[in-house]
């Protein structure tokens, strides 16, 4: 299949696939007598599964490791609960400081409600902040 017909089927763009080949999570397609380039059936499966990748929140070079490990005819699945597990660190080291974030916000806002914004001052712009 064309790289437009591809695009379709996982719903993505033909510059997408392009950018996907350059970075090495696409191996170079078959062309056609003309020069265009021709995709097999195993490209929409390694398409999903790059998507299933980025929901998850791995990055694309995290993605090119598993299929790096899978094109050599290993199994990924220990890489990848390794990623897994670091993803997980990494999300709940972001709700840590998006809770904290949080409570410094609401102190703000708390702030702001207990003052009189006639209290500004041209020099302090808002006191809120």
Do not use: N, W
């Not at 996982?10 to 696409?26: C, N, V």
């Not at 999300?91 to 809770?99: P, T």
């Amino acid at each position: 299949m064309r790289i437009g017909e591809l695009a379709e089927k996982a719903r993505t763009r033909p510059s997408t696939l392009r950018y996907y080949e350059e970075r090495g999570l696409l191996p170079p397609p078959e062309r056609t007598p003309a020069g265009y380039r021709s995709y097999g059936d195993e490209t929409v499966q390694r398409l999903a599964f790059i998507g299933r990748a980025r929901a998850a929140g791995l990055t694309l070079a995290q993605a090119a490791e598993i299929l790096d490990v899978r094109d050599a005819g290993r199994s990924p699945c220990a890489h990848v609960r390794d990623l897994l597990d670091r993803r997980l660190v990494e999300i709940d080291e972001q709700l840590e400081q998006l809770h904290a974030l949080r409570g410094s916000i609401a102190e703000l806002r708390a702030h702001a409600a207990a003052t009189a914004s006639e209290a500004c001052t041209p020099e302090s712009i808002c006191r809120y902040l």
